[in-house]
Nanobody
Framework: QVQLVESGGGLVQPGGTLRLSCAASGSIFSIGVMGWYRQAPGNERRLVAT???????NYADSAKGRFTISRENAKNTVYLQMNSLKPEDTAVYYCNANLRRYSWGDMTNYWGQGTQVTVSS
């Protein structure tokens, strides 16, 4: 089994900061790209940021300059540092990992359960 568990969500005021974490555990041989996505009620799930195993990053325009994605490969963990938060950042944030369970296996996408981020005064 493979499990991705997010943490760090919560209620924050506009202009505040949050740091999200997502740890992958279980039967894992290697992990490629990891990323963060978000979804508000009635909307589709959209990419926020991704990071490769080598550290190359990609950001949505709405996140660029405010959010920073990073990872610790030895811990199978990805982070999202969110600064200058706005009400429009309110959503459920999901982590994603493209990983190989066995040396002889295929790469497969896995999703966490999500963590709620609410930006409100």
């Amino acid at each position: 089994q493979v499990q991705l568990v997010e943490s760090g969500g919560g209620l924050v005021q506009p202009g505040g900061t949050l740091r999200l974490s997502c740890a992958a555990s279980g039967s894992i041989f290697s992990i490629g790209v990891m990323g963060w996505y978000r979804q508000a009620p009635g909307n589709e799930r959209r990419l926020v940021a991704t990071i490769t195993s080598g550290g190359s990053t990609n950001y949505a325009d709405s996140a660029k300059g405010r959010f920073t994605i990073s990872r610790e490969n030895a811990k199978n963990t990805v982070y999202l540092q969110m600064n200058s938060l706005k009400p429009e950042d309110t959503a459920v944030y999901y982590c994603n990992a493209n990983l190989r369970r066995y040396s002889w296996g295929d790469m497969t996408n896995y999703w966490g359960q999500g963590t709620q981020v609410t930006v409100s005064s």
